[in-house]
């Protein structure tokens, strides 16, 4: 016979079992050792993950799996959309225990999700609307519910991505959702994580947006991202891979040695101290006192300074000028990633960015198409809008030294008549070139011994030239290379 169980004793045995197969999945996720990490997310996601959190993980011995569900600009109710339907709709970007990288397309949230019993998986809002909380009140509670009633691991914890504001001179239309004005956009961003966990139950918030909000406190300054938006490949993606490894791991990510290649000491300290302090106050700016001052810049470069007009990241030789906009200083470093005393202003802007350079050069210098097929234009001829001539201006050059200039640029087009470009460059005098940038590959416009004016500067005015025939006057500028005339 078998005796008959009182109630409050099945439900102490049932209580018991559960505790039972929670610790014995605990014990598999042990023996397997395998950390793993999802985001559904877009760009930003990528910023911060698809880079340097495998390695930083990988030199404390952690073993990770790190993923990326990613459509590019993809806000929370899209994702919420594609759950609803189960669109095969993302590319799913994996780094495996391994450190090998795939991509598979047209994969859904459904797949993804029960592709591996993940450990943490973040969620986010897209930038434009990172500041607004009531669209991610709208969207994040049906996504939370949808992630766990999916999630193969009953522990998982879900993160929400505090994403950062764009840079003070960025073009992206959802700046206006906040002005125009980098701290506006900084402080609402801030509202809403602190708010998201009352509409959703998210575990922890990893504050990426503050560890860049203290990182443009050093001197490297408003230099993290390399559109106005996104992230610098190697030094932006670093910071934001800092934060997640500390608030993730639990281990301070201060002194750890792995860094990107093309990040100095120097700006490795940075990164990790400006990750450290915004995972202690993530809702806060931490000034980066200690790295007010960089390093002192070679009065005269050892090489060449190359400039690269509407490109988008070179961590390597060339200096992207990111933003055609008035007001931004970007510092200069050599050809050989030495930093240098010059720095380049914007005094008056470009109206916009063309992509539609040659993409096979042949110039002396072989600039690569990844410079030339990208520059900056105006309109000189246009009586309503546009800018009718840019100027930018190089300081801090030697005030007794001489330099020769070689500027390029290109526009691939046969309707668009003669798009003859006029460069007036202004030192110690005066000197001007014309290139006609209409299917140029090769061309280059060069100054030879100009001496900078006494305050040591170079000041250049672009617009059109005389023989442009193009109906609103269309001028370029991709490329600028600047080399200090040697003494005999």
């Known amino acids: 016979m078998i005796p008959q169980l009182s109630r409050p004793f099945l439900y102490s045995l049932i209580c018991y079992l559960l505790t039972l ?39 404390k011995g952690i073993k990770t799996i790190v993923a990326n569900l990613y459509i590019g600009g993809a806000p929370l109710v899209l994702h919420v959309n594609n759950a609803r339907e189960n669109k095969a709709s993302y590319s799913y970007r994996k780094t495996d225990v391994n450190g090998e990288r795939t991509t598979v397309s047209n994969v859904s949230l459904e797949k993804a999700l029960m592709e591996e019993d993940w450990d943490y998986i973040s969620l986010q809002q897209a930038s434009p609307f990172s500041g607004q909380f009531q669209t991610v009140a709208e969207s994040l509670p049906e996504l939370v519910t949808y992630v766990k009633g999916k999630a193969k691991n009953p522990n998982v914890k879900l993160m929400y991505h505090q994403t950062w504001a764009y840079s003070e001179h960025a073009v992206h239309p959802g700046f206006a959702n906040y002005n125009r004005d980098q701290q506006t956009m900084y402080r609402a961003i801030v509202d809403v994580s602190k708010r998201v966990p009352s509409v959703a139950p998210i575990d922890f918030i990893i504050p990426a947006g503050t560890a860049i909000q203290n990182a443009r406190t050093s001197y490297i300054g408003d230099n993290f991202d390399r559109d106005g938006y996104h992230l610098r490949f190697s030094l932006g ?32 300290e940075v990164a990790q101290y400006a990750a450290h302090y915004a995972v202690q106050r993530p809702y806060e700016v931490t000034r980066l006192k200690k790295f007010r001052k960089g390093p002192k810049g070679l009065k005269n470069p050892a090489a060449a300074i190359l400039i690269d007009f509407g490109g988008v990241s070179h961590e390597g030789s060339w200096n992207p000028i990111i933003s055609p906009l008035a007001g931004k200083q970007h510092p200069l470093k050599d050809s050989l990633l030495n ?10 802007p470009f109206e916009g960015k063309n992509s539609d350079g040659t993409r096979q050069p042949e110039t002396p210098y072989h600039f690569p198409a990844s410079v030339t097929s990208s520059s900056y234009f105006g309109t000189a001829k246009n009586d309503q809008t546009g800018n009718k001539q840019a100027k930018f201006k190089l300081t801090g050059l030697d005030k007794k030294g001489n330099y020769d200039i070689a500027l390029f640029a290109s526009r691939i087009s046969d309707t668009l008549g003669v798009q003859e470009t006029l460069i007036v460059c202004e030192g110690e005098v005066r000197q001007e070139v014309t290139i006609d940038a209409t299917n140029n590959t090769s061309e280059v416009g060069s100054v030879y011994a100009l001496k900078p004016a006494k305050d040591g500067s170079i000041t250049f005015t672009v617009t059109a030239g005389s023989g442009n025939t193009n109906p609103k006057g269309l001028f370029y500028l991709s490329a600028l290379r600047l080399e200090a005339k040697r003494a005999r």
């Open 21 to 59: 197969h929670a610790a014995f999945a605990g014990m598999q996720k042990a023996e397997d050792g395998v950390v793993k990490i999802l985001a559904i997310g877009n760009s930003f996601s990528a910023d911060a993950i698809e880079n340097n959190l495998y390695d930083l993980a990988k030199e």
């Open 339 to 348: 930093h240098s005393r010059i720095v380049l202003e914007m005094l008056e």
């Open 237 to 268: 993606r670093y910071v934001a891979a800092c934060t997640w490894f500390e608030k993730i791991f639990g281990e301070s990510v201060v002194g750890l040695k792995y860094k990107p290649a093309d990040v100095t000491e120097l700006e490795k």
